[in-house]
């Protein structure tokens, strides 16, 4: 077993959650890094340079990377529960996608695999919210396990079901 660690994108949803748990059972006792990826408000803020609201900005951003680091350190939690040998990291990503910073987090740490979950977002949700999972599988030159979340799972699974009948 390769002593690269797994990298598991995690945002606190169930379906992370669930990829987190489908990790642990594919890969018992495997090194992993749980990844919380946060856009700072950063850009936001240079439009308010000078302007009195720009420090209950910052407060604000101080708040929000602490509820990161929070969520980091409660998916790293859950995935030593386990069995997974993880721990917890936020990467902060003022001007790029969430994607993106997943992979490059995975070519920082030389990471085996990237898993994240997927929710299966369809039609106009998807085309303007956009799929971080599909961009990952798409811009990543590193192996890539998407695991659906199990709602979506058990759709695609009735779905094919009743095509079948």
Do not use: C, N, W
């Amino acid at each position: 077993m390769t002593t690269a660690p797994i990298l598991i994108a995690y945002d606190g949803s169930s379906g992370a959650r669930h990829a987190l748990e489908e990790t642990a059972r594919l890969f018992p006792g495997a090194p992993a890094v749980v990844l919380y990826a946060r856009q700072p408000l950063e850009s936001l803020a240079a439009h308010l340079e000078g302007h009195p609201a720009l420090e209950e900005l910052r407060d604000f951003d101080d708040k929000t990377l602490d509820a990161s680091e929070r969520l980091a350190t409660e998916g790293a939690d859950l995935a030593r529960g386990l069995g997974l040998k993880a721990e917890p990291r936020v990467a902060s990503i003022p001007e790029e996608t969430v994607a993106d910073a997943i992979a490059d987090v995975a070519e920082e740490i030389d990471a085996s695999l990237i898993v994240i979950g997927s929710r299966g977002r369809q039609g106009l949700r998807a085309l303007v919210a956009g799929s971080t999972s599909t961009h990952v599988v798409h811009t990543s030159g590193r192996p890539t396990l998407v695991i659906p979340s199990k709602p979506l799972a058990d759709a695609r699974r009735h779905t094919r079901h009743r095509a079948v009948r």
